[in-house]
């Protein structure tokens, strides 16, 4: 379960509320914006997503509660959001809405070990077949404009290592149990990429 970020959990939640609530009680400013008028909310067509506009966040809490066992991270963006248009009234959404992502930037060993810890775990038949591969394009569209300038290109495909950091039995399911899209990272570079969304 996901431990929403201090600061834009209330703002989301408040912003929803005041939506549902704006025909009865008249709760203007948030739910009067719109796209182009001074909206906070932003939708990325590409990943079909919505977030906030100051959600982007350099806290590393979130990825050390889902993926305890990454020992090095130098540098972490991330942001999260909701999959569903904060727009239509819909009183509260499903916990199952709410997604976020990450760039990480680890020790190129750790991206190495990782890298080749999938590799042997698929040739020795103790995950099912050879890790996916994305390219820089698959990747890009799977996540969210503001990470986008966070990621560096990869001159091979970027390789899935969800097996190796994720909770024992569950290839798809960080260790606070979050369900999982995409956790890659560039063999022979040092970025790791994560999107997750709450179950």
């Known amino acids: 379960m996901r431990r929403r970020r201090q600061g834009a959990a209330p703002a989301a939640w408040l912003a929803l509320l005041c939506l549902s609530a704006a025909v009865l009680t008249g709760c203007g400013g948030f739910g009067e914006s719109r796209p182009g008028q ?5 939708h990325d067509e590409d990943s079909e997503r919505w977030f906030l506009s ?11 509660e889902h993926l305890p066992t990454l020992e090095t991270v130098s540098e972490l963006t991330l942001i999260d959001g909701q999959f569903t248009d904060p727009h239509e009234r819909v009183p509260i959404p499903a916990q199952d809405d709410y997604w976020w992502q990450a760039v990480v930037t680890l020790a190129p060993a750790e991206v190495e070990e990782l890298a080749t810890t999938a590799q042997s775990q698929a040739a020795a038949g103790s ?6 591969r994305l390219t820089d394009g ?5 996540i969210v404009g503001p990470l986008e300038e966070a990621l560096s290109s990869c001159p091979e495909d970027w390789l899935t290592v969800a097996p190796v950091l994720t909770q024992p039995g569950y290839e798809n399911r960080t260790a606070a149990g979050d369900g999982l899209r995409v956790l890659a990272v560039c063999p022979g570079g040092d970025q790791l990429v994560i999107s997750a969304f709450d179950m």
């Open 38 to 42: 001074g909206d906070p909310w932003i």
């Open 138 to 142: 698959e990747l890009r569209a799977a």
């Open 54 to 64: 100051d959600s982007l966040t350099t806290s590393s809490e979130l990825v050390a």
């Open 127 to 132: 995950i099912g077949g050879e890790p996916e």
